[in-house]
């Protein structure tokens, strides 16, 4: 994490959820109400950006994925074996409290969820992520996210590029 008045754990009861307000009400509600069942039944796993005083800055979850071979661009595709499903870890979600904005916060928890996903000893092709609207395409892009052909709100970054150059 860049900023060190954060540190990004795994979230745990511990923390107070109730008061986090991203301004999106569907990504706050996820928060306060389905998180933890999703942690239980294991189909996610939440992170959380912990300001002083155990605050939560903000969160993004992670789960295993996986992309259709033919989704992906022609060029990527034929260099990759040809099985119908290419492993992934898909970012569900990724919020930042009104209060924690204009820090680079959401920055650097997209880089800690690459890093999450890129250190994995389980393999995965890239990391997918779903945008809401244009603005979150252009923050994903300018991340170096690629768009798939036929569907330009679904992006993905090859996790192998995180070896090949610094990313930030």
């Known amino acids: 994490?860049?900023?060190?008045?954060?540190?990004?754990?795994?979230l745990e009861a511990v923390y107070e959820r109730t008061s986090f307000n991203s301004g999106s009400v569907s990504l706050d509600r996820y928060f306060r109400d389905q998180?933890?069942?999703d942690i239980r039944r294991r189909v996610s796993a939440c992170f959380v950006a912990v300001a002083a005083e155990q605050r939560i800055a903000g969160y993004y979850t992670l789960a295993s994925s996986s992309m259709l071979l033919t989704e992906l661009p022609a060029a990527?595709?034929?260099?990759?074996?040809?099985?119908?499903l290419v492993p992934a870890v898909r970012m569900g979600r990724l919020a930042v409290d009104l209060v924690f904005r204009g820090r680079g916060l959401g920055a650097a928890l997209l880089v800690d969820a690459l890093d999450r996903a890129a250190r994995s000893e389980i393999a995965?092709?890239?990391l997918v992520v779903d945008a809401k609207d244009e603005s979150a395409v252009a923050f994903y892009r300018h991340h170096g996210f690629i768009a798939l052909p036929d569907?330009?709100?679904t992006l993905f970054l090859p996790l192998a590029t995180l070896r090949?150059?610094?990313h930030a």
């Open 76 to 84: 990527m595709a034929k260099k990759l074996p040809r099985y119908p």
């Open 151 to 153: 569907s330009p709100l």
């Open 35 to 37: 998180v933890t069942q």
């Open 164 to 166: 090949q150059s610094p």
């Open 124 to 126: 995965a092709f890239s």
């Open 1 to 10: 994490m860049s900023d060190a008045a954060f540190r990004v754990v795994a």
